[in-house]
């Protein structure tokens, strides 16, 4: 399974409804508390990943002062398993089951009334149901309800011992009239428990890797990633369970030798012999983790990796965390992973950022994997393509999430995402509209009535020549002859300004 739409309501700033849309990698971009972070952590919290707790506080505060305290998080999956069991050893499909959503997905909504952090989760699936009161609101029913339907109404069903054959022959007997429409089941309630006991079991494994996820030396993780190895290792039931055999059996020959060693002592020395006594450790209390206090990850010339730059510690630490979810996806026999990875390029310099890119974007290519990111890094946007980014911006009283789409753009530039993302206003930027108008041959119109300054030109023979030109032209002399020194270099308002009036002109001159 993999997220194919988020949906988030009246969670912190997101105020009404955003729906977002995924793809293998993607990868949100925005300006700094702009709402990308918690994309990430509504996720945890509705896969109870464990990092994110839901918190009353994260309520928007608009919603809260006209009384909506609800928090509404929503995921729609596709690549879907085709067989499930919903009921014992009973073989069905979520499509059979009328368990999917109008476009085809398979949706799960969650809601928290947040009156408090221990408050209920309502979980609900929203499908295209059978309404029809006849045979509606069937995974509701117990099985001994649903024979008596079929009975009731002479309806055939060649296994009575199994409720998804028997909502199977209902539905089919009413197939003419089933009336669907997009209704929520609520899997919250007792009777559909089990089903929703089922399906959790299917849901993938999510994974979320904070940008302020420590790194320092006094980190234990950083110190000795294999620690938190060993510990993770040291819960298993079977190795626990092992391990209280050994344990069991060696106080148990501790305590013979003991035992017997204190008789022989008797025969020499009653007096000393019965002031003694075995002091033998409870097998609850052993610590075994000590046994492998000294496990580490060094490097060539055994330089410990909290010796290493930050980096590298961060380096190290997010493939650690890549391997312990992998470890858990394993252990819970999930057939899938979702990486959520904030900010990849801390700490990074330009060619790990982009050899971290490449590598998250072959992870995305494998079949069970999903990657998603949020970066504040131009770099890194331009490693990715079009179909991977989504611009989270403040879109008045509501939030968007803004995909990209290269036809869509003036001009299909990735230089054009970090604009809309970040307004980022470089002179590669500068370059590229200034070569698009004038590859359109619209130059002499762009030009045409906008105000001139005096630049020096620098000539061949040593000489200067003095022309009037538009800042445009001016900012993009300086950036292609930086060896002319006779002139103001351009301010970085100008530049942003120049941009600005070079994409009007694109929009209204497509």
Same mark, same amino acid.
């Given at each position: ?375 504040? @890094?131009?770099? $890194?946007?331009?490693? #990715? &393509? ?6 989270? =911006? *403040? +879109? /008045?009283? !509501?939030? %968007? ?42 130059? @002499?119109?762009? $030009?045409?009535?906008? #105000? &001139? ?6 000539? =061949? *023979? +040593? /000489?200067? !020549?003095? %022309? ?43």
């Amino acid at each position: 399974m993999k997220i194919s739409q988020v949906k988030i309501k009246n969670f912190r700033s997101y105020k009404d409804e955003t729906i977002i849309d995924f793809n293998n990698l993607t990868a949100f971009v925005g300006k700094n508390d702009i709402g990308k972070s918690t994309i990430l952590e509504a996720l945890d919290i509705f896969f109870e990943g464990g990092i994110i707790k839901i918190d009353p506080n994260d309520v928007n505060k608009e919603c809260e002062l006209s009384g909506d305290r609800e928090i509404q998080i929503a995921v729609a999956f596709e690549d879907c398993p085709q067989d499930l069991i919903l009921d014992t050893s009973n073989p069905t499909s979520l499509k059979e089951e009328y368990l999917l959503n109008k476009e085809g997905k398979f949706e799960i909504v969650k809601r928290y009334p947040s009156q408090s952090s221990k408050s209920k989760t309502n979980v609900f699936i929203r499908a295209n149901y059978p309404t029809n009161e006849k045979c509606g609101d069937l995974h509701s029913l117990k099985i001994t309800d649903l024979r008596k339907i079929a009975k009731e109404n002479g309806i055939e069903c060649s296994n009575l011992a199994k409720s998804a054959e028997i909502r199977k022959a209902i539905w089919n007997h009413y197939s003419q009239d089933l009336q669907l429409q997009e209704i929520e089941i609520d899997v919250s309630k007792e009777d559909a428990k089990s089903i929703w006991e089922q399906i959790e079991k299917e849901l993938p494994c999510y994974a979320l890797f904070q940008s302020d996820r420590s790194n320092s030396d006094k980190d234990d993780e950083v110190q000795n990633p294999l620690k938190s190895a060993v510990s993770q290792i040291f819960k298993s039931d079977k190795i626990s369970d092992q391990l209280t055999k050994i344990a069991s059996e060696v106080i148990k020959k501790l305590d013979e030798i003991t035992t017997l060693t204190l008789e022989k002592l008797k025969d020499m020395n009653p007096e000393i012999a019965t002031t003694l006594k075995p002091k033998l450790p409870k097998v609850e209390e052993l610590k075994w983790q000590d046994v492998f206090k000294n496990v580490s990850i060094s490097g060539d010339e055994d330089i410990p990796i909290n010796k290493r730059g930050s980096g590298v510690r961060r380096l190290i630490l997010l493939n650690f965390f890549r391997a312990e979810a992998e470890r858990i996806k394993k252990e819970q026999k999930k057939s899938s992973i979702i990486y959520a990875i904030e900010e990849p390029e801390t700490s990074q310099h330009q060619e790990h950022q982009r050899k971290l890119i490449e590598a998250f974007k072959e992870l995305a290519n494998q079949a069970g994997i999903q990657i998603i990111l949020t970066t504040h @890094s131009p770099s $890194i946007v331009k490693l #990715l &393509k079009f179909d991977n980014l989504r611009v989270v =911006k *403040n +879109g /008045g009283s !509501k939030k %968007e999430i803004v995909g990209i789409e290269e036809s869509a753009l003036p001009i299909p530039s990735l230089n054009e995402v970090n604009y809309l993302a970040f307004g980022e206003a470089d002179e590669e930027y500068h370059n590229e509209l200034y070569g698009y108008i004038e590859s359109r041959g619209n130059l @002499s119109n762009y $030009i045409q009535g906008k #105000l &001139k300054r005096n630049y020096i030109k620098a000539q =061949k *023979n +040593g /000489g200067t !020549k003095a %022309e009037t030109i538009t800042t445009t032209e001016y900012i993009r002399h300086q950036i292609h002859h930086p060896e002319n020194t006779h002139n103001i270099k351009f301010t970085p308002q100008e530049l942003q300004q120049s941009i600005q009036d070079m994409r009007a002109f694109i929009i209204a001159n497509p």
